[in-house]
Structures are given as C-alpha cells and as structure tokens.
C-alpha cells in the first residue's frame, strides 16, 4: 500500500525557515515525479515544485530563489526548505508522487497524496 506521510510543519515568524519531509513507502520502485503543493483556506490546492527522480526541478514563480524541494532516492524521502517565509506562505502543505515519466505542478497529475502538513507564518 502506497504512503507518503509528511513532517515537519509548524508556526514561524514571518522571515524563518522551516524543512517540510515527505517519507514514501509502497511503491515498487521511487516515483518519477515527486512534487510540494499547497492549500490556503478557501482558495485551491497549487503547485509549489516538483523534482524527478533524476534530480530535475521546478518551482512555481512565487517561491524562487526562497524554497528548494529535493529527494533522497535511497531514503524514499522528499524534502522542502522553506526560507524567508511569508505570511502568504500559510497553508497546509501536502506532498504527491507520480509514477509516469513525465511531471507537472498540475495537481490532476498526480496520483498519490500525503495527508498534509500545517505551516503557519505570522508577520
């Protein structure tokens, strides 16, 4: 059975950092495409980045040059460093896997989801 369980959320002020891990089991071998997406209350869940299992990333334009998602492929673990937060960056955040050769920040595409973790930054 596919898991992907995420840790790692919290309160911070407005300009800390906070490292978000997503720990994947069940899958006979590593995704393709592991990615971070986002929820604010009432608004739609969004892309933040995706990397694949050779290391290839995006990011969504409102998180450069601030966050930086990697994976350890031997750990079957996803990573998210989230530094200068902002109070727009409050959400929960959830992690998704997708097992198809090709990834996107589209959440439709992916197949698998976390249960999500909160990230709460106050100004």
């Known amino acids: 059975q596919v898991q992907l369980v995420e840790s790692g959320g919290g309160s911070v002020q407005a300009g800390g950092s906070l490292r978000l891990s997503c720990a994947a089991s069940g899958f006979t071998r590593s995704p393709y495409c592991m990615g971070w997406f986002r929820q604010a209350p009432g608004e739609e869940r969004e892309g933040v980045a995706y990397v694949t299992s050779g290391g290839t990333t995006r990011y969504t334009d409102y998180v450069k040059g601030r966050f930086t998602i990697s994976r350890d492929n031997t750990k079957n673990t996803l990573y998210l460093q989230m530094n200068s937060l902002k109070p727009e960056d409050t959400a929960m955040y959830f992690c998704?896997?997708?097992?198809?050769?090709?990834?996107?920040?589209?959440?439709?595409?992916?197949?698998?989801w976390g249960q999500g973790t909160q990230v709460t930054v106050s100004s």
């Open positions: 998704a896997a997708r097992t198809s050769e090709y990834c996107t920040l589209w959440t439709d595409d992916f197949h698998f």
